[in-house]
């Protein structure tokens, strides 16, 4: 496997035929769209010689029930397990299950020797988390009972092997609460044959402020999960400015604290598969970034004729064009098969469980061949 960073004056054929390969197979690998223009400072997935995995992994991805069949079906493959996103929940424990019916993705995960996982979210009825609902839950043994044992009978019921936790904005006064909660979640799911994850917000320290890391005890959640995932996608977002969404340097922060406090073989890395695309200039509580896929953000750079610029710190790829309809500057940031591979090297640095992609709803092609040719996938 090469990694190809396109220069100025180069074409697919060009580029094809000086590796030894079917210019047909670079552009289905990197989702070209004809006539297959290319962007200065693009990265290619260049797919050559026998594949030499050194490492097994576990990978999951969120979906929601509306996902695209086809894309589902392309990507299962390459995951140990899919968490379906996701089933709300009442102040005493009743179960609010997705807008969309879930059963059809049950069905293909286990067809593909995947992981059907339930997603269990606090949502209050604006869509957003809800620490109201965490706290009535984990501070109410009856509620907590309630809420397990309806767990249970659901996942009987469909199919589903585990349960992930993704709970947010929890108070600090609810955090041991929480992790009792989660004691008693992952218990209930053992004797039963199933296993039970939480995500964790992107800590760097223990005592770190604010209301997204003061309610969760990354040593006491560690000890009680199966396993967790670092919700290492927190930087670049909808309403903040222009920046690397998963900047490795970053990352590599909350992977080294987390390490202090959590084995490495219950640790899973996340991992964009998105990118934001932001009007300039930021104007903080004005500006909100539009999501985008990372293919439609290369399409954006050659339609706008941008080149891709990388930075070496974040190990991002980031561009700047200007709207000529009307007038205004955007700034986009975004993955590629340079970042990923800087999160895949970090994977294998420190002997991590595996990793979990927030969210798997757009094919990305290059992105899994990648996956593929560095690490063997549990299944």
């Given amino acids: 496997m090469e990694i190809y960073v396109v220069e100025q004056g180069d074409t697919v054929n060009a580029i094809a035929a000086a590796y030894g390969i079917e210019a047909a197979q670079l552009i289905l690998d990197n989702q070209l ?50 968490p379906i996103f996701s089933y709300g929940f009442t102040l005493d424990g009743e179960l609010i299950p997705p807008l969309w019916d879930d059963s059809w993705m049950i069905r293909l995960a286990l067809m593909n020797g995947t992981q059907p996982i339930l997603t269990l979210t606090p949502f209050g009825p ?139 073989e219950k640790i899973d890395l996340g991992i964009p598969n998105y990118g934001y695309n932001w009007a300039l200039p930021y104007e903080r509580g004005v500006t909100q970034a539009q999501t985008i896929g990372n293919v439609q953000a290369v399409r954006i750079a ?33 993955e590629d098969v340079r970042s990923l591979q800087a999160k895949f090297d970090l994977i294998k640095e420190f002997q991590l469980r595996g990793c979990g992609y927030w969210q798997i709803m757009q094919w990305f092609r290059a992105n899994w061949l990648l996956l593929q040719e ?3 996938i549990r299944k």
């Fill in 33 to 82: 769209v004809e006539p297959y223009e290319l962007a200065v400072g693009q990265a290619l997935f260049i797919g050559i010689g026998e594949r030499q995995p050194t490492m097994t992994i576990a990978v999951s991805g969120y979906a929601y029930p509306f996902i695209n069949q086809w894309v589902l079906q392309q990507t299962l493959p390459f995951l140990t397990e899919l």
């Fill in 374 to 376: 560095n690490f063997y």
């Fill in 302 to 334: 050659v339609e706008r004729g941008a080149a891709i610029q990388f930075d070496e710190l974040a190990q991002s790829p980031y561009f700047r064009y200007r709207d000529v309809a009307t007038g205004v500057e955007h700034e986009v940031w975004f």
């Fill in 126 to 264: 604006n869509g957003r988390f809800n620490n109201q609902l965490i706290s009535s839950i984990v501070n109410s043994q009856a509620y907590m009972d309630n809420i397990i044992q309806n767990m249970l009978l659901l996942m009987q019921e469909k199919g589903y092997q585990g349960v992930d936790i993704d709970f947010e904005y929890i108070l600090a006064s609810d955090r041991d609460a929480f992790t009792e909660f989660v004691r008693q979640v992952a218990e209930a799911m053992r004797a039963n044959g199933y296993h039970t994850s939480v995500a964790l917000a992107p800590k760097t320290s223990a005592d770190q402020p604010g209301l997204l890391y003061e309610g969760k005890d990354y040593r006491a959640l560690g000890q009680v999960a199966d396993h967790v995932l670092l919700m290492t996608y927190e930087w670049g977002y909808t309403f903040g400015p222009p920046m690397a969404v998963a900047p490795i340097n970053q990352v590599r922060r909350v992977v080294e604290y987390a390490l202090t406090e959590i084995p490495r």
